[in-house]
């Protein structure tokens, strides 16, 4: 195909245009070089000066030092919080994700059903964030519609306004698991959704033949060839989790979570005593990415054999 | 018997297991914004545990002598609206024609420019923003401080959103063979773009710039790291001070992106039905 594409030129070529075409060739390289520079002063300038800013003091010296921070036993609580909200969220996201593309399975990928599923997981998924914490305010909020009706029928201290005695659930880092939900499971459902339409119907037929139940068609044949989407679908929702900003921001004013965290650093520049907190803490969300890609990234490779 | 109910062999559920499982996420997922649409229309604090209710809050955001209190969010929804156009104008302008260049001039670079649209989703944008600090104090110093200029760093986010839909189009396109038949039977370069390969990738175009006023009006993590006043930050300060007309921004929101993302959908399966007849 490539060799096609630089022949065409010449084959089409008439006689008057050949100078004006030659020139456009070399001068096709020209036209790659908008993005390319967008991309480099918007993505990767930003994206390094994120992580190297944790390798400068104050004064601009470079240093190893700031990587201290990431021993600080109130933001190693914050890495620990961030990990268990991204996990609970991930592995009952998932499940719960996996039930709904069970329950979709063999309806009309065109249908309005699944057109209506589709939109709505991507708003949750992509676009809710501070929308989100709205309504679980509204919802489970001190004010909140449930949290009041269980005020009124009685239980005036509740788990929803006195949780560990804390007061309001919403506003703590456990309570994150709950809103956050409302954008995992979405995601799950779009990621997961082509896998589960990767199981073939002669599957289940070729089973049912050979005489097994519906019972050994799931743990014997559909399971095994989940896992691999499944797993990774698990690891993209906790990243998902893991690098949320805005409902977070939206519910909880001081930090809690890493990202929280990075934004207290970079408004007020010494958090625990040390320059460039921020890009310690943006290092270090980096190196949890990078980890975590790579193996969905390998999980995805394993479970697109199944997926033509 | 399996006259009436046909058996299944496979992974396929049975009605009643789909329509409990359906009913149930339904449930669990409209009840939050059930509650935000009951939180909008309260008026008061409920006597005797008894509540009621209005359209209280719906009127006063009409109302010229409250108008003052949500200027800042009609500032911050015109800001939103300016960044979303240049947002797409940057989409339609430098990314378009490069998957264009690749595809036609350069296929051994599709992979490259893959990844490219992909990085954003790897890097948080929280870390992003921790770069983009010291980038935007440059950009100030060119362009000046204006909220507009937000749209270059939203523009990056808006990558992989953007760049699917178009290369989903043309991947289900021959846009080599297409050109090429164009230029022998005689066209220019202007015409083959302008009435062979743009006409065939408007639905890529149309999902691309749809998801990206999507991604726009729901972007905040940017702009609160940068202070610039756009819908979902001015969203957040009136939250604080008035929760009610907060819910209902947020609502009609949620429901506007629900609409643009039905039409992507919706733009997508005319597409499919169209190559499977």
């Known amino acids: 195909m490539t060799t096609a594409v630089a022949s065409a030129p010449a084959a089409t070529t008439r006689g008057a245009r050949t100078p004006t075409r030659s020139r456009r060739r070399s001068a096709v390289w020209v036209g790659l070089l908008p993005f390319l520079a967008y991309v480099v002063i918007f993505l990767a300038v930003p994206a390094v000066l994120a992580v190297a800013s944790g390798f400068f003091d104050s004064k601009g010296v470079f240093t190893f030092d700031n990587l201290k921070a990431l021993t600080n036993p109130q933001i190693l609580n914050q890495f620990l919080a961030s990990f268990g909200v991204s996990a609970v969220t991930a592995v009952i996201g998932a499940v719960v994700g996996a039930v709904i593309c069970f329950a979709l399975m063999g309806t009309k990928p ?106 050994t068609y799931w743990t014997r044949i559909a399971m095994p060839i989940l896992a691999p989407a499944f797993f990774g679908s698990l690891i993209l929702l906790f990243a998902n989790s893991f690098s949320s900003y805005a409902t977070a921001a939206a519910l909880i004013s001081q930090g809690g979570i890493i990202p929280l965290a990075i934004k207290q650093a970079t408004s007020s520049e010494t958090v625990v005593g040390i320059a460039n907190v921020a890009g310690v803490l943006a290092l270090g969300m980096v190196i949890v990415m990078v980890i975590l890609m790579s193996a969905y990234g390998l999980l995805q490779r394993r479970a697109a054999r199944w997926q033509r | 018997m399996s006259a009436t109910r046909p058996l299944r062999f496979g992974a396929e559920p049975s009605g009643v297991t789909r329509a409990v499982i359906l009913i149930v996420a339904a449930i669990l997922f409209i009840t939050p914004i059930v509650a935000l649409i009951e939180f909008s229309l309260r008026v008061g604090q409920p006597l005797k545990g008894v509540q009621t209710y209005g359209p209280l809050h719906y009127l006063a955001i009409f109302n010229p002598a409250s108008s003052g209190a949500y200027q800042e969010l009609f500032q911050g929804i015109g800001n939103s609206l300016i960044i979303c156009v240049i947002t ?149 300060q009136l939250q604080r001070t008035d929760p009610f007309v907060g819910a209902i921004f947020a609502v009609f929101a949620l429901l506007f992106g629900f609409i643009l993302l039905l039409i992507i959908g919706r733009i997508g399966s005319v597409g499919r039905n169209r190559k499977a007849s």
């Open chain 1, 110 to 215: 065109d249908g309005v059903l699944r057109t209506v599923v589709d939109s709505a997981s991507s708003v949750l998924a992509q676009f809710g964030g501070v929308m989100l914490a709205f309504a679980f305010i509204a919802l489970i909020g001190t004010q909140g519609l449930l949290t009041q009706t269980l005020v009124h029928a009685g239980w005036v201290l509740n788990p929803l306004n006195h949780f560990g005695n804390n007061g309001t659930l919403l506003y703590q880092v456990p309570g994150l698991v709950i809103p956050y939900l409302y954008f995992q499971v979405p995601l799950m459902v779009l990621t997961f959704m082509p896998a589960m339409e990767g199981l073939k119907a002669t599957w289940g037929e070729a089973n049912a033949t050979l005489g097994g139940t519906r019972f």
């Open chain 2, 88 to 236: 797409i104008v940057i989409v339609l302008v430098l990314l378009l024609p490069t998957m264009l260049l690749v595809e036609l001039r350069f296929p051994k670079l599709r992979r490259v420019l893959e990844f490219i649209c992909i990085v954003p989703i790897t890097i948080p944008t929280v870390v992003l923003v921790v770069g983009f600090v010291p980038v935007y104090s440059a950009v100030v110093g060119i362009f000046g401080s204006a909220p507009w200029t937000l749209a270059f760093a939203v523009g990056v986010i808006v990558l992989p959103y953007a760049y699917r839909p178009i290369a989903a189009n043309m991947a289900a396109l021959d846009l080599a063979v297409l050109s090429e038949a164009a230029l022998s039977l005689g066209a220019s370069w202007g015409s083959v773009l302008s009435r062979v390969i743009l006409p065939n990738l408007r639905r890529g175009i149309f999902a691309s710039s749809f998801i990206t006023i999507a991604v726009v009006l729901g972007e905040y993590t940017i702009a609160t790291f940068l202070s610039r006043n756009v819908f979902q930050t001015a969203l957040v």
